[in-house]
């Protein structure tokens, strides 16, 4: 069942293209299976080796050791690239998204609506209501979302659609990510969905850039608030 069960996770990971965050959240839930199965079939090992090779019993104090020696060796190339990872985008957070978070806390009233597709630490710190651009929290997102394949499979259409409704909300704030720094119509990029809602008819008469914030080489947040707002 352990095996099955495993291969059947892999094989969903494998289909929906994996993670792109730092830290295998995605294998989290069956690692302490896997460590089940691999531990079985070490002891299984041992007492077959413990039988053929009585040296092994004499020594075997130091079996455990070699492994996790074994393991570090191996992993620590991993381990290494995951940190400087992991430290890079705790810089960027810290620059970004905590900025993000304490002006919206600093200079929105509490009821006021965010829209944006960032919404962890943005949305728990600004204790702001938040309108998730891509579906995970907001479900009227999701049916359309839902439409095209989900958010990172989503076609042209269905991003206006998401886009057309995210407006319709008239949130007091869009917080949009883009992976180039230029917010010039001729250059803009970023995630699809932020895309559409950049390049929608009525974005441009509805909000004002305040600010970019850089979080990654190529990852900007833009914040733009509604034009009304000021009246």
């Known amino acids: 069942m352990l095996i099955a069960f495993i291969a059947a996770y892999g094989a969903y990971l494998i289909y929906i293209g994996g993670d792109w965050m730092p830290g295998h959240r995605f294998l989290m839930p069956i690692i302490p299976l896997y460590y ?3 531990l079985l079939g070490l002891e299984r090992a041992w007492r077959t080796w413990r039988s053929r090779w009585p040296l092994l019993k004499r020594t075997q104090q130091l079996v455990p050791f070699t ?7 191996l992993s620590y190339q991993e381990i290494r690239a995951l940190n400087e990872q992991i430290q890079a985008r705790k810089e960027g957070y810290a620059h970004a998204h905590l900025k993000i978070a304490q002006w919206l806390r600093e200079n929105t009233p509490p009821n006021a609506c965010v829209a944006l597709m960032d919404i962890g630490l943005i949305g728990y ?3 702001r209501r938040i309108l998730d651009i891509t579906g995970l929290a907001s479900k009227e997102v999701a049916r359309i979302a839902h439409q095209g394949g989900g958010w990172a499979r989503s076609s042209w259409k269905v991003a206006t659609q998401v886009a057309q409704f ?5 949130p007091d704030v869009i917080i949009l990510a883009h992976s180039t720094p230029s917010l010039d119509p001729a250059h803009f990029a970023g995630w699809i969905y932020d895309t559409a809602i950049f390049y929608a008819p009525s974005f441009a008469d509805q909000y004002e850039h305040l600010f970019t ?8 947040l833009s914040l733009f608030r509604r034009r009304d707002l000021d009246q």
């Open 36 to 38: 089940s199965l691999a």
């Open 67 to 73: 492994f996790f020696t074994l393991l570090l060796l």
């Open 166 to 170: 995210v407006l319709s909300q008239k």
């Open 213 to 220: 914030v850089k979080h990654l080489e190529d990852y900007y």
């Open 125 to 127: 710190i600004s204790e």
